[in-house]
């Protein structure tokens, strides 16, 4: 009796045993789902139930001076595919065959695209534009939809492609100007997030929060489309006369500093891009900031102006040219070797003469001179706003007190052993015509957003020559191109002012790159009251070197036909005849 | 029926005499009108939520053919084709000889940025004076 009675309680205990050990084992795997690993599960549920858009609105455009848009994005969309529904190969390969007839991306592409995703969706194809957007829908496939997008256009084709820049696949901007305005341009994208059903579509009641994105501004450049157009054409056509490797021409309106053309070349298509090929994104920098070069005779202006300013000559004061200068154990010739004699401060302009710009600058000093080659802008980057632009180099007593010579300063004088970029020599020159007061350059005119629009005001920098000297000096200007064949330097119904310049092309190892030169010129029009500044820069050019021959032609082309769409007055002498209503 | 000691029935007054049956099927049929009730309503939300999705979609594809339209037009100005359609369609040639003259009218209106582009330009609001603000109902002349 006994035993059997410990037999039936030992079996209860066991039972109660049992059913707390279980107990326990469960409690403790809720424990564990529940508490310790909360987190992980809480947020692979929300993965499968709750769905997250970033919501774009559309990127702001940029615009010409005349709100004509040179960049601007229209609706496209994304094409997305949810994972697990292309799980069986059978329906993913079908359903790919389906949106690759549609969307230009290939079956195979997009099936390993979806194979190799770790989100729980993935974009297989984007940047599709309304028509393919419609007949994606109009599929019908399970697990696929389509997300709003934008895509970039460029209604000028590749105008000013090195200047605006590109975007990539998440609309941002990668290069140029929509890099740079990228905060202004892309607005602050939103975002959804919504409880959605086992085929990844939303629910109807159920959660859902939205911020919604803020559009980007529109921004106005100072680029007139017009002359942009004018400067890039002018410039292909020079580099394809001379046989040269590339060039650049910028086109600035002194009065303000605003840029209205800045093109180089080589270029790239700006539509698309390529990024797979690293040789080639070179082609992507904006050669008028990114690069320096020895400006050659367009510099013995800078050594002239301060001379000038400085009150030591007049363009009257005369000087004998001996045809050789020497500075320390340096002798410094004449680009042709000649030695001219007794000459003027406006025939070293006119001669172009190395041994004249060396004696200005012995004359008015190294602290002097290097003053006013820093008030000119050189040697700092000319605060343009551009990413990428750069210092140049400008060696002085000051900075490199060990290594700069004497000779620095009479090599200096014409261009030789300093380094600017086309917008500091540009922006130099538009001092000079701007009644000697230095502008920054400005590139954005307007800034039109939701809440209103930004005028950006003309920035000046410094005065940095007296208006007497700067307007002594533009007349010279004027002089040394009426010193100039009309066959290569001629704007028709407008006086012009305008300096040459041949250099050669400075090697990283301190040489100079054989048989190779840059020939630039650079002229103001109209002479009397200045509207444009051009800066044509030819690199290498094949036969001739010199400036005149070779950028001179593209200079006078581009003036009179940007002065003409300008609508300014040509002199009184080209007109012809007068009307009266 | 079952009556108490005291003689009264256990079925409330009110109720007496009511055929039971028929309370318990209205009562039932009430019920039931009442649990279709939210079923209809949300049936009806339903449906006006997919309408609603429905019109959101046919916005976002109205939207989406104005930008293309926008961006159409923009192409169809462009530079590149004015000048095809000067030369090839105009047959139009550049000047051999530009002349100037001189014309005693003033200069045409400078462009002005399309007005796509530029923000809506809001009423201002009219700021009257306090008195103008307390008495302004009355109807003087």
């Known amino acids: 009796m006994g035993k059997r009675r410990f037999t039936e309680v030992w079996r209860v205990w066991a039972v109660v045993a049992a059913i707390v050990l279980a107990t326990f084992v469960v409690t403790l795997r809720l424990v564990q789902l529940q508490i310790v690993d909360h987190a992980r599960y809480a947020a692979d549920a929300r993965l499968i139930h709750y769905g997250r858009d ?16 040179l960049a601007a994005s229209e609706s496209g969309f994304n094409v997305m595919v949810e994972q697990r529904t292309w799980e069986d190969p059978a329906k993913a390969r079908a359903a790919a065959d389906s949106l690759a007839e549609i969307t230009d991306v290939p079956a195979d592409e997009m099936l390993g695209i979806v194979r190799d995703a770790e989100a729980f969706e993935i974009p297989v194809a984007r940047g599709l534009d309304y028509a393919q957007g419609v007949a994606v829908r109009e599929l019908g496939l399970a697990g696929v939809r389509l997300l709003e997008s934008s895509r970039r256009t460029y209604p000028e084709g590749n105008l000013a492609a090195q200047l605006l820049g590109f975007v990539g696949q998440e609309n941002s901007g990668l290069t140029g100007l929509e890099i740079d305005l990228d905060s202004i341009l892309g607005g602050n994208p939103g975002q959804v997030t919504y409880e959605r059903d086992g085929l990844g579509n939303q629910l109807a009641f159920g959660d859902r929060s939205e911020i919604p994105p803020q559009p980007g501004a529109n921004v106005v450049l100072s680029i007139d489309r017009y002359v942009q157009r004018l400067a890039e054409q002018e410039l292909d056509r020079a580099i394809g006369d001379n046989g040269a490797e590339g060039g650049t021409i910028i086109v600035i309106q002194p009065e303000t500093g605003q840029v209205l053309a800045m093109a180089s070349r080589p270029t790239f298509d700006v539509t698309k891009p390529d990024l797979s090929d690293n040789s080639k994104q070179a082609l992507f920098r904006n050669r008028a900031i ?45 680009w042709d070797h000649s030695a001219n004699g007794s000459q003027t401060v406006q025939q070293i302009l006119s001669k172009s003469l190395n041994t004249g710009a060396a004696y200005l600058a012995n004359l008015c000093g190294s602290a002097n001179f290097y003053d006013y080659v820093e008030r000119f802008g050189f040697g700092v980057t000319s605060d343009s706003g551009l ?195 | 029926m079952a009556a108490n000691r005291d003689g009264s029935s256990a079925i409330p007054e009110v109720l007496q005499g009511t055929n039971i049956p028929v309370i318990l099927i209205v009562a039932a049929l009430i019920v039931g009108v009442a649990a279709l009730l939210p079923l209809v309503q949300t049936s009806l939300a339903t449906s006006t ?41 105009l047959k139009m040639v550049a000047p051999d000889s530009v002349t100037y003259l001189s014309v005693d009218a003033p200069a045409p209106a400078q462009h002005r940025l399309p007005s796509r582009y530029l923000p809506d330009e809001k009423d201002p609001v009219e700021s009257g004076s306090l008195w103008g603000d307390l008495f302004g109902w009355v109807p003087l002349p």
């Open chain 1, 387 to 581: 990413s990428g632009e750069v210092d140049g180099r400008v060696r002085t007593p000051d900075n490199d007190p060990t290594g700069w010579r004497e000779v620095d300063m009479a090599t200096n004088s014409f261009g030789q052993g300093i380094a600017v970029t086309p917008l500091q020599m540009a922006m130099a020159v538009a001092a000079i015509a701007n009644d000697g007061v230095l502008m920054k350059p400005q590139l954005v005119n307007e800034i039109v957003g939701p809440l209103g629009t930004q005028v950006v005001e003309p920035q000046a920098v410094r005065q940095v020559m007296s208006p007497e000297s700067a307007r002594t000096l533009l007349d010279m200007m004027g002089v040394v191109v009426d010193g100039v064949s009309t066959a290569y330097v001629d704007v028709s119904g407008y006086e012009v002012g305008g300096k040459t310049g041949t250099a050669n092309i400075a090697t990283e190892n301190g040489g100079y790159k054989p048989d190779a030169y840059i020939s630039s010129f650079i002229g103001v029009a109209p002479l009397d009251d200045p509207e444009i500044v051009v800066l044509v820069k030819i690199d290498e050019p094949e036969d001739v070197p010199w400036g005149t021959v070779v950028a001179g032609p593209a200079f006078s082309r581009l003036a009179e036909q940007a002065l003409a769409y300008m609508k300014v007055p040509p002199a009184q002498q080209a007109l012809v005849a007068g009307l009266q209503d």
């Open chain 2, 49 to 89: 939520g997919g309408n609603v999705s429905r019109l959101e979609q046919l916005r976002e594809d109205w939207q989406a053919r104005l930008h293309e339209q926008e961006l159409r037009v923009a192409g169809l100005g462009s530079l590149d084709r004015i000048e095809s359609e000067a030369k090839v369609r």
């Open chain 1, 290 to 334: 990114t690069d320096t070069y020895e400006p050659g005779s367009v510099f013995k202006l800078i050594t002239a102006a301060a001379a000038l300013d400085l009150g030591l000559v007049s363009p009257g004061t005369w000087w004998y040219d001996e045809g050789v200068v020497h500075v320390s154990d340096w002798s410094i010739y004449n």
């Open chain 1, 54 to 69: 970033t919501l774009a609105d559309r990127r702001g455009a940029l615009l010409d001076r005349n709100g004509y848009p």
